[in-house]
């Protein structure tokens, strides 16, 4: 019960934050409603016992992810922005598209009120020690992928320095 | 424990919104915030499965979206730096250049 009440708020508290996200029309309101929505879907990913994950959440996203895009508003000049329209022309389409979108994904969900028709789920205990057993799937099951994503950081930081560079040689 | 569904309806409801802003808004930085809601509904969809079959793969595979949305934050930014000096906008509609 206690935890069907926390899993309300939560999800209460994302999706409002989301929306006004999307709705500001101040960029740095905007980031700091994105920070927000972040922090309850760490609080979502606590819930689900992921307590690796919930700590990854804040210090990445919030820590870091965040700070660049906080950064990045306060470069670009945010008073030209200010004054002109929020929302494309094209904003009732999409509007429609989306519900339409989140109708046939909610229908195909419920589906006939049987849900998901999940495999049963299995007999072994959940692993206890969580961030233990992500550090074993991270380098045994996953070395490779996990070499992958490095190179794939290493990529981006190399391509964020030279597009933000102010002239290439 | 709480239905694997319930979490599926609240990550389907975050994608929807990250949609709508990704399609509606014409500040491009704002459109690069929905595309990390767009990438947290996902998350919150993995950890979901993840729990339900106890299994810690579907929490790997969320480390590499956050790794992704590092990236692609990154990449993305530097791309609106060089944007703004070249072009004084940070408005989608006014970033035409390959239109014709």
Known sequence: MVELITFITLSVVTLVSAILVITRRNAVHSAIWLIVTLFTVGGIFLLQHAEFLFAVQIILYVGGIMVLFLFVVMLVDIDVALKQARFARQWLVALATSILLLAIVGYALYNHGQGLNLPARPMTSAPVQNTQAVGMALYQNYMLPVEIASVLLLVAMVGAVIMAKRKLQ | ?100
Not at chain 2, 25 to 45: F, Q
């Open chain 2, 1 to 100: 424990m709480i239905p694997a569904e319930y979490y599926i309806f609240l990550g389907t409801g975050l994608f929807a919104i990250g949609v709508v802003g990704v399609l509606t808004r014409r500040n491009v930085l704002i459109i690069l915030m929905s595309i990390e809601l767009i990438l947290n509904a996902v998350n919150i969809n993995l950890m979901a499965f993840s729990q339900y079959f106890k299994s810690v793969d579907g929490q790997v595979f969320a480390i590499f979206v956050i790794t992704d949305a590092a990236a692609e934050a990154a990449v993305g930014l530097g791309l609106i730096i060089a944007l703004f000096r070249n072009k004084e906008t940070v408005n989608a509609d006014e970033i035409d250049l390959l239109k014709w």
